[in-house]
């Protein structure tokens, strides 16, 4: 049971490249999020999915596209990066109800836009 | 807007003695979730504890245990007997919506650094 996986773990990307951070989870959760860490703060939610086939935007979603291929896979695309982007990419996953709607995250994707 | 506010930069600690870590919130919603996670040096995101809004007991977790004030909308985390391993960023976080309506989404205060010293 790996628990939420993300790639790559590290990126380095020019301004104007275009990528795609890859995240699975296999603890056939319904809700799935991608959130952004800046130095010194808090994760900010970029998109989330509340469920298979279903996307919503989140608190920073400009810059960003997202795609929940299925049920396990939920991917973020940047389709042209900038360095504002720089930044730790986090996905997370949950059990869409019940109270207790505790997040698992991913180990995070270093990404540095030059 | 919901908003979470966590006041406390970095804290130092000495090994042993218990430490509260501060956390307030606001909303507007009558049913929500309060989480709190630990971020190592190493980067990953672990979640510690978890407190209702209509929960009645402070939750517990080992050494962790929640301050759940609701009515002065705080949910400070204490930490007893610190251990040199609990040196960590905290983040306190919250969910809103019941039910259907809850789709899960976390807002994040923006941490508090702890050092404990040996």
């Known amino acids: 049971n790996a628990g939420v996986t993300q790639t790559p773990k590290f990126q380095v990307l020019k301004t104007g490249q275009s990528m795609t951070l890859q995240c699975a989870q296999d603890m056939n959760h319904n809700s799935m999020y991608w959130y952004r860490q800046d130095p010194g703060m808090g994760l900010r939610l970029i998109y989330y999915s509340a469920s298979e086939g279903t996307t919503d935007k989140g608190e920073v979603p400009n810059g960003y596209n997202v795609s929940r291929l299925n049920k396990r896979e939920f991917s973020l695309r940047l389709e042209s990066a900038a360095p504002s982007q720089t930044s730790v990419y986090f996905c997370?996953?949950?059990?869409?109800?019940?109270?207790?709607?505790?997040?698992?995250f991913g180990p995070g994707t270093r990404l540095t836009v030059l | 807007a919901q908003k979470i506010t966590q006041t406390q930069p970095g804290m130092f600690v000495q090994e042993k003695e218990a430490v509260t870590l501060d956390c307030t919130y606001d909303t507007s919603d009558q049913s929500y979730g309060l989480f709190w996670y630990k971020q190592p040096s190493s980067g990953e995101m672990i979640f510690l504890i978890y407190q209702g809004s209509y929960d009645e007991q402070n939750a517990t977790e080992g050494r962790y245990s929640l301050n759940f004030q609701k009515a002065r909308k705080s949910a400070n985390l204490v930490i007893s007997a610190s251990q040199l391993g609990d040196s960590a960023m905290y983040f306190c976080a919250m969910r809103e919506g019941k039910g259907s309506s809850n789709t899960g989404k976390l807002i994040f205060g923006q941490g508090t650094t702890l050092q404990v010293k040996p």
């Open positions: 997370a996953s949950s059990e869409s109800s019940g109270n207790h709607n505790e997040q698992f």
